[in-house]
């Protein structure tokens, strides 16, 4: 493809989990310059290389560490391993593939904000990604590369709301995994109370890649509000899906057809989900749309988790969007009431839509309680709920009213969205979590 893999190193036939593999390519250097760097440096490199964060808000990192009180002794590093969201699965290759990068990624950002204790909170289900990442954490000690610093894995247990960054403290502190109320936020109070920087597992690996090439370099590739690449987990109806690393600003057409193979069996394309399961839907017109932030967002959609997901024309979009409630409703964690209650009525309201029972009225109330819940809850996962479901009603009004009109799906009552039940199924059920021996 000729497109530069900073993360996933693909082309590359060894074996980076191993420690010796991962140095012959330069390994750890990164981490050798930035111990010789003041820790305000190392901010700054990572502030003028404009990282966005990888895991859902596209936040600076850079704006985040420089909001670290830098006098206070202890501060934390965290890392969000816990991809969760539906369609999602590039920081489960980016840690089995390449997970010195990543450990390598969290000294760097331990030394610039001047941490000595570095956490990786991972999804209780990566059990494989879990033994191996431990291993290469095992593995790095031994060498010595730590410094003064400690790095810990702990597994989550199977909660999607571990994923928000402030459950996910909540859940490390060994408390309920409950989103807390901002401000403040986490750079300012986080983990045990202290100044924490908490990034996504890809922002984190991509930090060596930036001193390794240096700014202007690292500029280069993507586009300017967004430098650097993405790993995009293409999935859906798509001839090739997998992990996909790209460089930020690559046309969505590009991927789905160029990389992906397009869409199998000569069928249509009815709508791609950008961001994961829980971001607004786009439509084909709008197909060449760059996999940027700020592109995306100026489509109306988000950026997310960066997980493609293609819809096409045998897609029933009211069973879609009820496949979605339901794993919202199944994950909302309780504690705020317009998600906890809402969730439920979405998906009562799109059961008597997909069965043929619903009246005019009831798309109305659909859409009516969608607006009661948007921002309303402490953290997003409410809002989460409404995308999918709000946009698909926005963009396929005819499709719903149709299900109304006719008193039945006519799509048939078998599952029309086979090809896509994978990403978002494979969440529904949370496998127990398997304890290593
Ligand atoms: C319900 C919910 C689930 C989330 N799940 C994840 C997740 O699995 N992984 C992740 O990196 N961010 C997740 N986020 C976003 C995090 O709260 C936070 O924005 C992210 O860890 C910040 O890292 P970044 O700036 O590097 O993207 C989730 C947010 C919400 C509201």
């Known amino acids: 493809m000729g497109t530069p893999e900073l993360i996933l190193?693909?082309?590359?036939?060894?074996?980076l989990a191993q420690l010796d593999e991962y140095r012959a390519i330069g390994g750890y250097r990164s981490l050798a310059r930035a111990r010789e760097l003041e820790p305000a440096a190392l901010i700054q490199a990572i502030t003028d290389a404009t990282l966005r964060g990888r895991g859902g808000a596209g936040f600076p990192m850079g704006r985040k560490a420089s909001l670290i009180d830098q006098k206070n002794p202890r501060k934390y590093v965290v890392v969000n391993a816990d991809e969760s969201e539906p369609g999602a699965f590039k920081d489960r290759e980016i840690m089995g593939r390449n997970p010195h990068l990543l450990i390598e990624g969290c000294l760097i950002t331990a030394r610039a904000i001047e941490a000595h204790a570095v956490f990786i909170y991972i999804r209780g289900e990566y059990l494989t990604e879990y033994e191996i990442l431990d291993r290469a954490?095992?593995?790095?000690r031994a060498a010595d590369l730590f410094g003064d610093v400690d790095v810990v894995v702990h597994r989550g247990a199977g909660a999607y709301i571990c994923g928000e960054e402030s459950a996910l403290l909540e859940s490390l502190e060994g408390k309920r995994g409950q989103p807390r109320p901002r401000p403040p936020f986490p750079p300012v109070t986080g983990l045990y109370a202290k100044p924490t920087q908490i990034n996504n597992v890809q922002?984190?690996?991509?930090?060596?890649?930036?001193?390794?090439l240096g700014v202007e370099e690292f500029a280069k590739i993507g586009v300017p509000s967004s430098p650097g690449t993405a790993v995009f987990s293409l999935s859906g109806n798509v001839a090739r899906p997998g992990n996909y690393e790209l460089p930020l600003g690559t046309p969505l057409r590009s991927l789905i057809y160029d990389v992906g193979g397009g869409i199998p069996d000569g069928r249509a394309i009815k709508g791609i989900i950008p961001g994961g399961s829980s971001v607004p839907i786009l439509t084909p017109d709008q197909l060449d749309t760059p996999l940027d932030y700020d592109s995306i967002q100026a489509a109306g959609s988000f950026f997310g988790s960066a997980a493609v997901i293609v819809v096409d024309d045998r897609?029933?979009?009211?069973?879609?969007?009820l496949r979605a409630a339901k794993f919202y409703m199944h994950e909302s964690c309780g504690k705020c009431t317009p998600c906890r209650e809402g969730t439920r009525w979405l998906v009562q309201l799109l059961t008597r839509i997909e069965e043929g029972d619903a009246v005019d009225a009831d798309l109305e109330l659909l859409e009516?309680?969608?607006?009661?819940m948007l921002g309303r809850s402490l953290c997003a996962l409410g809002d989460f709920a409404v995308y999918p479901v709000s946009s698909y009603l926005r963009k396929f009004r005819g499709e719903f009213q149709q299900h109304v009109d006719e008193g039945a799906c006519p799509y048939g009552a078998e599952s029309s969205i086979a090809g896509i039940e994978a990403p978002i199924d494979a969440?529904?059920?949370?496998?127990?979590v398997e304890v290593p021996g």
Not at 137 to 140: F, K, M, P, Q, S
Not at 427 to 432: D, E, F, L, N, S
């Open 137 to 140: 954490v095992e593995d790095a």
């Open 427 to 432: 969440h529904m059920h949370h496998p127990t």
């Open 315 to 321: 897609c029933c979009m009211v069973q879609l969007a």
């Open 368 to 372: 009516s309680v969608c607006s009661r």
């Open 9 to 15: 190193a693909h082309t590359d036939e060894r074996d």
């Open 203 to 212: 922002t984190i690996a991509t930090v060596p890649k930036i001193l390794e």
